[in-house]
């Protein structure tokens, strides 16, 4: 008989660590999860700083190879329309609390972007001001369970 409850103890010892390993994962996993607030104080900041990078790569451009061509009109575009996507993002998150949709298309000109900003080798400011977007972009993407795949040209 003792045979018998040492092995039921032995048993019951494993599916209790089991259970507990489990819950410990399902905890870790909730305290990962960004909250709704934060989701939108990271698209805000996301927002804010597309309009700053903007305004500092036209600069930028001015004194580029590009400069005075359709290519850098094309350039300016496209990182108009971002700072448009990411207003526009953001205030559907605002309204919805939903926004799956917009960080994509917004993902997909940033991922443009990321290869016209290396290719034309603009100053370090420029740079820099961008790799804070991409992690803020990532932030985002990542709190809609996005994965952000980018490559420099």
């Given amino acids: 008989m ?12 494993f599916v209790l660590i089991g259970l507990l390993n489990i819950s410990a994962v399902s905890s870790l ?16 900041n996301l927002k804010e700083d597309s309009k700053s990078f903007r305004e500092n790569l036209d ?8 400069r005075r ?6 350039v300016k575009g496209l990182v108009a329309s971002f700072e448009k996507q990411t207003d526009s993002m953001f205030s559907e998150f605002r309204k919805t609390k939903r926004s799956d949709v917009a960080v994509e298309t917004t993902i997909g000109s940033a991922q443009e972007i990321e290869r016209l900003i290396y ?6 400011k420029t740079l820099s001001e961008w790799e804070k977007i991409r992690a803020e972009l990532d932030r985002v993407s990542s709190a809609f369970g996005i994965n952000v795949p980018y490559s420099r040209m």
Avoid: G, P, W
Avoid at 119 to 124: G, H, K, R, V, W
């Fill in 59 to 66: 600069s930028a451009l001015k004194k580029s190879a590009i």
């Fill in 29 to 44: 996993h909730a305290q990962k999860r960004v909250s709704d607030k934060d989701v939108e104080a990271l698209m805000k």
């Fill in 2 to 13: 003792k045979k018998n409850h040492s092995a039921l103890f032995r048993c019951c010892a």
């Fill in 69 to 74: 061509t359709s290519q850098e009109k094309d």
């Fill in 119 to 124: 290719s034309l080798q603009l100053d370090a």
